[in-house]
């Protein structure tokens, strides 16, 4: 295991001012941030984000490109993983408010789903 990947997130999405979830054209998206960061997961000690030169990114993008690792590792887990080296503390707000909605979403997810086994053994 390599000890560090450091992603730019100003030069992989080309853009300060980072929106929406996906891209229809291809370009670089909040899905596509969020999958290379899971590419990469297992392969280094740390994967440090860089926010330099980041203006502003909307709840969706932050959402998907960060929050939604959740649905692949705990919290503890993103909190050893991923080190945030120049968040401002706007930034490091909304992205725990992202956590918090997304937790949330995970956990009616997966009540729904153990309704849906009670209701398959007609419990």
Same mark, same amino acid.
Request: charged share 35%; no cysteine.
């Given at each position: ?40 997961? @297992?392969?280094? !000690?740390? &994967?440090?984000?860089? +926010?330099? %030169? ?31 080296? @120049?968040?401002? !503390?706007? &930034?490091?707000?909304? +992205?725990? %408010? ?26």
């Amino acid at each position: 295991m390599e000890n560090e990947l450091i992603v730019n997130v100003y030069k992989f999405m080309g853009n300060d001012l980072l929106t929406g979830r996906t891209s229809d054209d291809g370009s670089p998206s909040a899905e596509s941030l969020r999958k290379h960061v899971l590419e990469n997961w @297992d392969k280094y !000690e740390r &994967i440090s984000i860089s +926010l330099d %030169n980041i203006m502003q990114m909307t709840r969706p993008f932050l959402d998907e490109a960060f929050a939604k690792l959740l649905e692949d590792h705990t919290l503890d887990e993103f909190n050893q993983k991923i080190y945030l080296p @120049d968040a401002k !503390e706007n &930034i490091v707000k909304d +992205l725990n %408010n992202a956590f918090k909605i997304r937790q949330k979403i995970i956990q009616s997810q997966k009540a729904r789903e153990e309704e849906g086994k009670g209701d398959e053994l007609g419990l």
